[in-house]
């Protein structure tokens, strides 16, 4: 007993994560994904640094080079049932949800830790393509980690508020397969 519930205590998942599976069809995943390689992706730019990952963002942009914020195009037609289905997951108004990121992760690939920008409240994404974890941590008083993960199964959505949005980091390993995600986020205050 002993050696189990440090291994229970370790995979507890923080609160302010909800999830949804098979929020679209395979065949609206397919079509997405059309859309989203059809949108003007961009490597993931911060100062000197190119990422892997390529994105595009609709509604309001973040630039991580000096931090601003600033409008971005409208969210397209496409999106918004999408962006319906999303909204439902975290009982909130679909234009509440105000800012829509789409991400391609092609092979090798993936994202580092990180919390969302503040200037962000609610993140609600939806995966699409290959599998994924969405790794979390969080620093302890000993300078360990708590950890936990959650398994992003493609045409799911998971809503992350609360204390899993600001108090813990999260990630998404490089993988051998392409993955591409829709974030949609409202606004902070
Ligand atoms: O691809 C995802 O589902 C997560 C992306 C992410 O964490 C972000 O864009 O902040
Ligand atoms: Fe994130």
Do not use: C
């Not at 990121?101 to 200037?119: E, K, N």
């Not at 974890?133 to 300078?143: H, K, M, N, S, T």
């Not at 936990?148 to 899993?164: D, K, M």
């Amino acid at each position: 007993m002993s050696t189990l519930f440090p291994e229970l205590f370790r995979n507890a998942l923080p609160p302010g994560i909800e999830q949804a599976k098979n929020i679209v069809s395979a065949e609206e995943e397919a079509d997405l994904i059309r859309r989203i390689n059809g949108a003007a992706l961009e490597p993931f730019r911060f100062q000197q640094w190119l990422g892997k990952r390529l994105t595009h963002s609709f509604g309001w942009r973040y630039d991580f080079t000096d931090a601003s914020l600033s409008e971005a195009g409208p969210l397209p037609d496409w999106l918004l049932p999408l962006r319906e289905r999303a909204a439902a997951l975290a009982g909130m108004a679909p234009d509440a949800l105000v800012q829509a990121l789409v991400t391609r992760y092609d092979p090798g690939a993936g994202i580092g830790w990180h919390r969302d920008r503040p200037v962000f409240e609610h993140v609600v994404g939806v995966s699409l393509g290959a599998p994924a974890v969405l790794r979390l941590r969080r620093r302890r008083a000993d300078g360990r980690f708590d950890r936990a993960e959650i398994p992003l199964e493609p045409r799911g959505s998971y809503h992350l508020s609360g204390e899993a949005r600001h108090g813990w980091e999260h990630s998404i390993a490089p993988m051998d397969a392409s993955r591409w995600s829709v974030t949609f986020r409202s606004l902070a205050g």
